[in-house]
């Protein structure tokens, strides 16, 4: 048995150990560079990222596998992942041209044993056999009917069936959802590549439907180690355990020194953590991803409501407070705050779970305080308000869809009137929490507010001890 415990221990270690971990991910670099199809490269979140070369990443997406776990299947308004259709599908030229082969490569992988992780096996189909549906439905196109289409190999006849069964009914959701319904000119049709199996895409079918080549970046064969390195299947996954603050923006731009082969185990973690430690000074703590989560504003529609990301160290200057009418800091405590500007709210909200008890408590005061802002602008130059943190788009998310529910009508119109919004809170349901979230993610893709702050949410606006109610 102590025999037993020491092997458990040691193949732990394996597969907690960094070098092991990026000499895996590089094994499956080249298979993702080299796929010849001349589709936009799409990484998923967040283990899809480590394989993917930033300079031709066309974007990201949220498709999570636990909606593909047997029993949980989903189609997640949530996370719509609707920003993946002008990518999919181009616009014509300027002639009015289309290229024929259209689609993306859609990149995750999984340490679970299996050729593809359910994010691409069931996700992903379920994903594109709803927008077909809905499409079809709206706008009459495309008129070619796709059945579901999931792995052979990974999905039984049985649980295919199954998923099948519950098509319509998401259909029918996402129809009633408040999102921009999809026009698409070709059925998405998912393709399955792993390593060692690429499929061809006949040239004659090229036209007829947007090719989704779902690539799995987990080799379930035996790969033979090298340098001291062992492999680890799906080794981007579970970053926390084994990453130390590294990222794959920090990966790609020192990958010739990190994947050195004769550097020394010790000396590369010693290099991963000055590089984290550099770059957390550098970012004010907040340390992106990929390039492409460094952005400016993100503007919710026509609302005038606006998010971006900004640190606790972050000054506002005269110039970014005079283009708003209230700027609020959801992390920045009001100590913090530079000089008492009532232009500039500070919440002072710690991140994630502690944070929680400092949020309800500042959410009447905050949603007031925005309402106020956009009615009095409203009046005079019409700017807009913006909502901002430092922990990306959780709390500010979570805000801004209290302030939606709160003070905006269903066309997306501010209530200006004191009474109007109090006969409006009063009848606020957890649809209309639902339906401002759509509005959000419709805006980007990257807000996503967690289920915890959603529920905080909730309590303020409805039932008997709604918090947010009167107003000013």
Not at 177 to 182: E, F, G, R
Not at 354 to 379: I, M
Not at 394 to 423: C, K, M, N, W, Y
Request: overall charge negative; proline content about 6%.
């Amino acid at each position: 048995m102590q025999a037993e415990r020491e092997v458990l221990k040691a193949l732990r270690r394996e597969n907690k150990d960094l070098w092991s971990r990026l000499w895996s991910i590089e094994k499956f670099v080249n298979y993702v560079c080299d796929t010849y199809y001349p589709l936009p490269l799409i990484a998923n979140m967040r283990c899809g990222a480590w394989y993917t070369p930033p300079d031709r990443l066309a974007a990201t997406s949220y498709f999570k596998s636990t909606d593909g776990h047997m029993h949980q299947w989903e189609f997640s308004l949530k996370r719509a992942n609707l920003h993946l259709v002008d990518i999919l599908q181009p616009p014509a030229s300027a002639d009015g041209e289309r290229n024929a082969l259209t689609g993306c490569i859609l990149v995750d992988s999984t340490r679970r044993g299996k050729r593809y992780p359910d994010a691409l096996a069931k996700t992903v189909p379920i994903w594109c056999a709803v927008l077909n549906r809905a499409s079809a439905a709206r706008y009459h196109t495309p008129t070619a009917e796709v059945p579901l289409v999931v792995p052979t190999e990974a999905v039984s006849d049985s649980e295919r069936s199954q998923i099948e069964a519950h098509l319509a009914d998401w259909t029918e959701a996402f129809l009633a959802s408040d999102y921009t319904i999809p026009r698409l000119d070709k059925p998405l049709c998912p393709l399955f590549a792993h390593p060692g199996s690429v499929p061809v895409i006949p040239p004659a079918r090229a036209e007829q439907v947007h090719h989704i080549v779902l690539a799995s970046v987990s080799s379930v064969d035996e790969v033979a180690g090298a340098y001291g390195a062992t492999y680890v299947q799906g080794a981007g996954d579970d970053h926390e355990g084994w990453a130390l603050g590294l990222t794959p923006d920090m990966f790609w731009q020192n990958r010739s020194k990190l994947l050195d082969p004769f550097l020394e185990r010790t000396d590369r973690e010693t290099l991963v953590r000055a590089l984290v430690a550099h770059r957390i000074s550098e970012t004010h703590g907040k340390v992106p991803w990929l390039p492409q989560d460094v952005e400016d504003v993100i503007r919710i529609g026509t609302t005038r409501l606006v998010t971006a990301q900004r640190s606790i160290e972050h000054v506002f200057g005269p110039d970014e407070r005079n283009a708003y009418a209230l700027i609020v800091h959801c992390s920045k405590a009001a100590a913090e705050s530079e000089d008492g500007d009532p232009r500039v709210l500070c919440l002072g909200i710690p991140e994630g779970k502690r944070g929680l008890n400092d949020f309800a408590h500042a959410l009447p005061r905050a949603v007031e305080a925005v309402t106020q802002a956009l009615v009095e602008s409203d009046a005079g130059d019409r700017r807009e308000v913006l909502i901002c943190g430092a922990d990306g788009y959780h709390v500010p998310g979570a805000l801004l869809i209290a302030v939606l529910a709160a003070s905006f009508d269903e066309q997306r119109a501010l209530i200006p009137s004191l009474t109007e919004r109090h006969v409006h809170r009063r009848s606020l349901s957890k649809d209309e929490t639902r339906r401002r979230l759509q509005w959000v993610v419709g805006a980007s893709e990257k807000i996503c507010p967690s289920r915890a702050h959603l529920q905080r949410v909730n309590a303020a606006l409805i039932g008997p001890h709604a918090t947010v109610l009167n107003g000013r």
